[in-house]
Protein backbone atom coordinates (compact mmCIF):
# COMPACT_ATOMS: atom_id res chain seq x y z
CA UNK A 1 0.00 0.00 0.00
CA UNK A 2 2.89 2.61 0.64
CA UNK A 3 4.73 1.68 -2.32
CA UNK A 4 0.98 1.96 -4.42
CA UNK A 5 0.50 5.76 -2.34
CA UNK A 6 4.38 7.08 -3.46
CA UNK A 7 3.07 5.96 -7.07
CA UNK A 8 0.31 7.54 -6.99
CA UNK A 9 1.65 10.86 -5.99
CA UNK A 10 4.46 11.31 -9.01
CA UNK A 11 3.29 12.24 -12.39
CA UNK A 12 4.05 10.38 -15.69
CA UNK A 13 7.31 13.05 -16.26
CA UNK A 14 8.73 12.24 -13.29
CA UNK A 15 8.32 15.26 -11.64
CA UNK A 16 6.98 15.17 -7.99
CA UNK A 17 3.15 16.25 -7.42
CA UNK A 18 2.71 19.17 -4.93
CA UNK A 19 0.03 18.68 -2.55
CA UNK A 20 -2.03 21.21 -1.10
CA UNK A 21 -3.94 24.25 -2.26
CA UNK A 22 -3.76 25.69 -5.69
CA UNK A 23 -1.63 28.80 -6.00
CA UNK A 24 -3.79 32.06 -6.27
CA UNK A 25 -2.76 35.39 -7.88
CA UNK A 26 0.19 37.44 -6.00
CA UNK A 27 -1.04 39.79 -3.46
CA UNK A 28 -1.17 43.36 -4.55
CA UNK A 29 -0.85 42.72 -8.58
CA UNK A 30 -4.74 41.77 -10.67
CA UNK A 31 -4.25 39.97 -13.76
CA UNK A 32 -6.30 40.96 -16.50
CA UNK A 33 -7.40 38.98 -19.39
CA UNK A 34 -5.06 39.66 -22.50
CA UNK A 35 -6.85 42.04 -24.85
CA UNK A 36 -6.55 41.36 -28.73
CA UNK A 37 -6.26 44.51 -31.15
CA UNK A 38 -9.55 44.79 -33.70
CA UNK A 39 -9.21 42.42 -36.50
CA UNK A 40 -8.07 43.76 -40.20
CA UNK A 41 -11.17 45.10 -41.95
CA UNK A 42 -12.56 42.13 -44.49
CA UNK A 43 -11.27 39.33 -42.33
CA UNK A 44 -13.56 37.28 -40.30
CA UNK A 45 -10.55 35.09 -38.61
CA UNK A 46 -9.99 35.68 -34.64
CA UNK A 47 -6.53 34.31 -34.55
CA UNK A 48 -3.87 36.09 -32.97
CA UNK A 49 -2.00 36.62 -36.44
CA UNK A 50 -5.59 38.49 -38.09
CA UNK A 51 -5.23 41.09 -35.60
CA UNK A 52 -3.25 44.17 -36.49
CA UNK A 53 -2.72 47.31 -34.02
CA UNK A 54 -4.85 50.61 -34.08
CA UNK A 55 -3.22 53.77 -35.35
CA UNK A 56 -2.12 55.67 -32.58
CA UNK A 57 -1.07 58.96 -34.27
CA UNK A 58 -1.89 61.19 -38.34
CA UNK A 59 1.49 59.65 -39.38
CA UNK A 60 0.65 56.06 -38.63
CA UNK A 61 -2.77 55.55 -40.96
CA UNK A 62 -2.42 53.41 -43.67
CA UNK A 63 -2.36 56.22 -46.23
CA UNK A 64 0.03 58.88 -44.65
CA UNK A 65 2.55 56.33 -43.41
CA UNK A 66 4.50 56.68 -46.83
CA UNK A 67 5.19 60.54 -45.90
CA UNK A 68 7.59 58.81 -43.29
CA UNK A 69 9.82 57.47 -45.89
CA UNK A 70 13.01 58.56 -47.83
CA UNK A 71 11.24 59.05 -50.92
CA UNK A 72 8.28 61.44 -49.02
CA UNK A 73 11.22 63.25 -47.88
CA UNK A 74 13.02 64.06 -50.46
CA UNK A 75 9.68 65.07 -52.23
CA UNK A 76 8.96 67.20 -49.62
CA UNK A 77 12.33 68.84 -50.24
CA UNK A 78 11.45 68.79 -53.69
CA UNK A 79 8.11 71.10 -53.05
CA UNK A 80 10.05 73.42 -50.54
CA UNK A 81 12.98 73.79 -52.97
CA UNK A 82 11.01 74.76 -55.74
CA UNK A 83 8.52 77.22 -53.93
CA UNK A 84 11.32 78.94 -52.77
CA UNK A 85 12.45 79.31 -56.08
CA UNK A 86 9.43 81.02 -57.53
CA UNK A 87 9.43 83.30 -54.43
CA UNK A 88 12.98 84.57 -55.04
CA UNK A 89 11.73 84.98 -59.01
CA UNK A 90 8.50 86.92 -58.03
CA UNK A 91 10.58 89.51 -56.14
CA UNK A 92 12.03 91.27 -59.46
CA UNK A 93 7.94 90.91 -61.08
CA UNK A 94 6.56 92.65 -58.18
CA UNK A 95 7.97 95.65 -58.33
CA UNK A 96 8.33 98.07 -61.39
CA UNK A 97 11.26 100.17 -59.86
CA UNK A 98 12.50 102.16 -56.69
CA UNK A 99 11.34 105.62 -57.87
CA UNK A 100 6.82 106.60 -57.58
CA UNK A 101 6.09 110.12 -58.27
CA UNK A 102 2.54 112.09 -57.29
CA UNK A 103 2.18 115.13 -59.40
CA UNK A 104 -0.78 115.88 -56.96
CA UNK A 105 1.09 117.37 -54.42
CA UNK A 106 2.64 119.90 -56.87
CA UNK A 107 5.53 118.53 -58.23
CA UNK A 108 6.67 116.89 -54.91
CA UNK A 109 7.84 113.05 -55.15
CA UNK A 110 7.82 110.38 -52.69
CA UNK A 111 10.26 107.55 -53.01
CA UNK A 112 9.45 104.43 -51.34
CA UNK A 113 12.55 102.91 -50.46
CA UNK A 114 13.41 105.86 -47.95
CA UNK A 115 12.79 109.08 -47.37
CA UNK A 116 10.21 111.26 -47.75
CA UNK A 117 11.28 113.48 -50.10
CA UNK A 118 13.26 112.53 -53.47
CA UNK A 119 15.02 115.66 -54.34
CA UNK A 120 14.05 114.87 -57.74
CA UNK A 121 12.17 117.70 -60.10
CA UNK A 122 9.68 117.57 -62.13
CA UNK A 123 11.70 116.87 -65.05
CA UNK A 124 14.39 114.44 -63.52
CA UNK A 125 10.77 112.59 -61.52
CA UNK A 126 9.53 111.76 -64.50
CA UNK A 127 12.77 110.78 -65.92
CA UNK A 128 13.24 108.07 -63.49
CA UNK A 129 9.81 106.57 -63.86
CA UNK A 130 10.87 106.34 -67.26
CA UNK A 131 13.77 104.33 -66.91
CA UNK A 132 12.38 102.21 -63.76
CA UNK A 133 9.88 101.33 -66.41
CA UNK A 134 12.14 100.58 -69.53
CA UNK A 135 14.73 98.28 -66.87
CA UNK A 136 11.63 96.26 -65.62
CA UNK A 137 10.02 96.09 -69.29
CA UNK A 138 14.11 94.16 -69.77
CA UNK A 139 13.87 92.15 -66.78
CA UNK A 140 9.88 90.84 -67.14
CA UNK A 141 10.35 87.99 -69.97
CA UNK A 142 13.22 86.08 -67.90
CA UNK A 143 11.31 86.50 -64.58
CA UNK A 144 8.01 85.22 -65.88
CA UNK A 145 10.23 82.11 -66.99
CA UNK A 146 11.47 81.35 -63.51
CA UNK A 147 8.37 82.01 -62.02
CA UNK A 148 6.43 79.56 -64.65
CA UNK A 149 9.49 76.86 -63.87
CA UNK A 150 9.19 77.53 -60.15
CA UNK A 151 5.41 76.90 -60.15
CA UNK A 152 5.57 74.08 -62.39
CA UNK A 153 8.27 72.34 -60.57
CA UNK A 154 6.16 72.64 -57.49
CA UNK A 155 2.99 71.13 -59.07
CA UNK A 156 5.18 68.35 -60.63
CA UNK A 157 6.24 67.56 -56.78
CA UNK A 158 3.05 68.12 -55.01
CA UNK A 159 1.74 65.50 -57.64
CA UNK A 160 5.07 63.07 -57.08
CA UNK A 161 3.85 63.38 -53.04
CA UNK A 162 -0.10 62.83 -53.73
CA UNK A 163 0.82 59.50 -55.91
CA UNK A 164 3.01 57.67 -53.07
CA UNK A 165 0.16 58.47 -50.57
CA UNK A 166 -2.37 57.09 -52.96
CA UNK A 167 0.29 53.86 -53.44
CA UNK A 168 0.38 54.06 -56.89
CA UNK A 169 3.73 52.35 -57.62
CA UNK A 170 2.62 49.58 -55.50
CA UNK A 171 0.06 48.89 -58.19
CA UNK A 172 1.82 50.29 -61.16
CA UNK A 173 5.32 49.55 -60.62
CA UNK A 174 6.25 51.16 -64.12
CA UNK A 175 5.57 54.60 -62.79
CA UNK A 176 8.99 54.24 -60.59
CA UNK A 177 10.34 53.89 -63.45
CA UNK A 178 8.83 57.23 -65.26
CA UNK A 179 9.11 59.42 -61.90
CA UNK A 180 13.07 58.21 -62.30
CA UNK A 181 13.39 59.62 -65.60
CA UNK A 182 11.42 62.69 -64.86
CA UNK A 183 13.59 63.35 -62.04
CA UNK A 184 16.68 62.94 -64.06
CA UNK A 185 15.47 65.11 -67.05
CA UNK A 186 14.24 67.48 -64.57
CA UNK A 187 17.84 67.44 -62.74
CA UNK A 188 20.00 67.81 -66.74
CA UNK A 189 17.20 70.46 -67.11
CA UNK A 190 18.19 72.97 -64.48
CA UNK A 191 21.72 73.22 -65.95
CA UNK A 192 20.91 74.92 -69.39
CA UNK A 193 18.00 76.87 -67.66
CA UNK A 194 20.35 78.42 -64.57
CA UNK A 195 23.21 79.48 -67.70
CA UNK A 196 19.97 81.07 -69.52
CA UNK A 197 18.32 82.89 -66.30
CA UNK A 198 21.93 84.78 -65.48
CA UNK A 199 22.78 85.21 -68.78
CA UNK A 200 19.68 87.33 -69.86
CA UNK A 201 19.58 88.90 -66.27
CA UNK A 202 23.58 90.29 -66.84
CA UNK A 203 21.97 91.22 -70.36
CA UNK A 204 19.70 93.39 -68.41
CA UNK A 205 22.22 94.58 -66.22
CA UNK A 206 24.79 95.75 -68.78
CA UNK A 207 22.27 97.30 -71.16
CA UNK A 208 22.73 101.14 -71.32
CA UNK A 209 19.16 101.86 -69.78
CA UNK A 210 20.46 100.26 -66.36
CA UNK A 211 24.02 102.58 -66.68
CA UNK A 212 22.08 105.68 -67.04
CA UNK A 213 19.30 104.77 -64.27
CA UNK A 214 22.32 103.48 -62.11
CA UNK A 215 23.68 107.70 -62.58
CA UNK A 216 20.40 109.04 -62.09
CA UNK A 217 19.84 107.60 -58.55
CA UNK A 218 23.44 107.91 -57.76
CA UNK A 219 23.63 111.67 -58.68
CA UNK A 220 20.90 112.55 -55.76
CA UNK A 221 22.50 110.43 -53.05
CA UNK A 222 20.51 106.79 -53.84
CA UNK A 223 22.03 103.52 -53.00
CA UNK A 224 20.96 99.83 -54.17
CA UNK A 225 20.37 100.78 -57.87
CA UNK A 226 23.72 99.38 -59.28
CA UNK A 227 23.57 97.34 -62.38
CA UNK A 228 24.44 93.78 -60.70
CA UNK A 229 22.31 91.20 -60.05
CA UNK A 230 20.44 91.15 -56.23
CA UNK A 231 20.17 88.87 -53.48
CA UNK A 232 16.84 87.47 -54.66
CA UNK A 233 17.96 86.32 -57.85
CA UNK A 234 21.39 85.02 -56.58
CA UNK A 235 19.31 83.08 -53.88
CA UNK A 236 16.83 81.38 -56.76
CA UNK A 237 19.99 80.22 -58.41
CA UNK A 238 21.61 78.67 -55.17
CA UNK A 239 18.07 77.21 -54.38
CA UNK A 240 17.79 75.94 -58.55
CA UNK A 241 21.07 74.61 -57.44
CA UNK A 242 20.24 72.66 -54.35
CA UNK A 243 17.27 71.31 -56.55
CA UNK A 244 19.57 69.69 -59.02
CA UNK A 245 20.54 67.19 -56.04
CA UNK A 246 17.62 66.32 -54.64
CA UNK A 247 15.96 65.49 -57.79
CA UNK A 248 18.65 63.18 -58.45
CA UNK A 249 18.49 61.43 -55.14
CA UNK A 250 14.79 61.16 -55.63
CA UNK A 251 15.67 59.05 -59.13
CA UNK A 252 17.65 57.11 -57.14
CA UNK A 253 15.21 56.43 -54.45
CA UNK A 254 12.75 55.45 -56.91
CA UNK A 255 15.10 52.93 -58.74
CA UNK A 256 15.39 51.15 -54.88
CA UNK A 257 11.18 51.40 -55.03
CA UNK A 258 11.05 50.13 -58.41
CA UNK A 259 13.43 47.02 -57.26
CA UNK A 260 11.31 46.31 -53.39
CA UNK A 261 8.09 46.59 -55.26
CA UNK A 262 9.27 43.30 -57.38
CA UNK A 263 10.74 41.62 -54.85
CA UNK A 264 7.95 41.66 -52.43
CA UNK A 265 5.27 41.10 -55.74
CA UNK A 266 7.32 37.99 -55.85
CA UNK A 267 6.70 37.15 -52.20
CA UNK A 268 3.12 37.97 -51.18
CA UNK A 269 4.08 39.23 -47.53
CA UNK A 270 2.82 42.37 -45.75
CA UNK A 271 3.79 45.39 -47.96
CA UNK A 272 6.97 47.28 -47.09
CA UNK A 273 6.84 51.34 -47.33
CA UNK A 274 9.05 52.13 -49.78
Not at 111 to 140: C, M, N, P, R, V
Amino acid sequence: MAERERRSRRQPGGARAVSGPPRGPRPGREEHPPVLPSPKRGTSCERPECYQAEPSGLLECYQCRYLCTARACCQLVEVLLTMLILICSSVSYSSTGGYTGIPNLGGIYYYQYGGAYSGFDGAEGEKAQQLDTQFYQLKLPTTRAAMAVGGALMAFSCLLVLVGVLRLPWHFPAWLLLECTLDILIALGFLPALYFYFHLLLDAYDSPVCKERENLYQSKGYQGFSCSVHGAEIAAGLFSCIAIVVFLVSAGLAVRGYKTVHQLREKPVEMYEF
